[in-house]
């Protein structure tokens, strides 16, 4: 899980970045949970909570820059 202060030091492009990244976290660990694969389910969870912060951020940048 990432902190506060790690998205609040990088830049909007490197915001887009990591919310890609963890998208594709997400799908990748989806697909273990429904292989029965994944032990802690709760990873999901993180990930999905990791990119609502990152696009948080990103709007926040995003307002102060107009």
Not at 31 to 44: A, E, G, R, Y
Not at 48 to 61: C, H, M, V, Y
């Amino acid at each position: 899980m990432a902190k506060r202060a790690k998205f609040d030091e990088m830049s909007a492009d490197e915001l887009r970045v990591k919310i890609k990244d963890l998208s594709k976290d997400l799908v990748i660990a989806r697909m273990k949970v429904n292989q029965k694969v994944l032990k802690d389910t709760s990873s999901i969870r993180k990930i999905r909570r990791d990119i609502a912060r990152a696009r948080t951020f990103l709007n926040n940048k995003k307002r102060e820059n107009a």
